[in-house]
């Protein structure tokens, strides 16, 4: 395993790009921090480019290290280099650079019945991962983020997915071009209001859904509201205006998935 002693070294230069999203969709790369993730990654058969590891962690202490193809790229990296160069405080000795998928807006209905996620406009990193997590637990079929909203593979949203990101489709799309394709497979295009009269658990979740969340300061756009088949609210105790974005979105899709189980 060849060390790493220069921080101008080409890996690593590379690797510190990638915390840019023009980087990241440039060269069609994702970075991924810490040994839980990575191993979740490895465990879902997808495998790193190559692998960074701080000069004190072995490769053969790492739990996913058996499943690596022989031919893996494993550098070793001087123990303040590598902490200089990761985006995170503790990364856990361990950063890889994988793949970025390229997924047609197809993808996302190939689970039937269509279970939907769709991002309008989530700006925060943390938010949409939670989000993509959740919607992986609850057995989405896929995730659509429209225009506006922040790259699923920014290296916040990629530590609150878990990984999640690669256990289902997730696909950038226009609005014009989800709406003709929700048209084209019959599937109701679902969102949260306050001031809807259907409380969420009257619903029929089990029935073809894409489901919208929106900005979490202003919400659903106006265009993707009037298109809307159906409105549903969360009800809520006390004086609570509203929940954050991926709260919202979790409390609504454990109840699809609740729904789709009893089927």
């Known amino acids: 395993m060849a060390l790493i002693s220069s921080p101008q070294n080409r890996q690593l230069k590379l690797y510190r790009s990638l915390e840019k ?14 040994q839980r993730i990575v191993g979740d990654v490895i465990k879902r058969g997808i495998f790193p480019e190559f692998i960074l590891l701080r000069a004190d962690i072995a490769l053969s202490q790492l739990p996913f290290s058996g499943l690596l193809p022989a031919d893996t790229v494993v550098y070793s990296v001087e123990n303040k280099i590598f902490d200089r160069i990761a985006f995170t405080k503790t990364p856990q000795g361990v950063l890889a650079v994988c793949k970025r998928p390229r997924l047609p807006l197809s993808a996302v209905f190939a689970k039937k019945p269509a279970f939907i996620l769709v991002a309008d406009s989530i700006q925060d990193p943390g938010n949409l991962g939670t989000m993509i997590r ?15 909203t922040v790259d699923a593979t920014n290296p916040k949203a990629m530590r609150a997915s878990m990984g999640a990101y690669f256990a289902l489709p997730v696909v950038e799309a226009t609005f014009a071009e989800l709406q003709q394709a929700l048209q084209l497979h019959g ?26 969340i929106g ?5 659903i756009s106006q265009k993707v509201k009037e298109a809307a088949t159906t409105m549903v609210m969360i009800p809520m105790q006390q004086a609570v205006e509203s929940l954050n974005a991926a709260i919202a979105m979790s409390v609504l899709f454990f109840e699809a998935s609740r729904q789709r189980r009893l089927q």
């Open 21 to 34: 999203r023009k980087y990241r969709e440039e060269l069609g790369l994702i970075p991924l921090e810490g």
């Open 134 to 148: 959740s919607a992986a637990a609850a057995g989405a079929g896929g995730v659509v983020l429209l225009p506006g």
């Open 187 to 212: 599937i109701d295009l679902v969102l949260a209001d306050k001031s809807a009269a259907l409380d969420y658990n009257d619903f029929d979740w089990t029935q073809p859904v894409a489901v919208v």
């Open 215 to 219: 900005n979490e300061g202003s919400g």
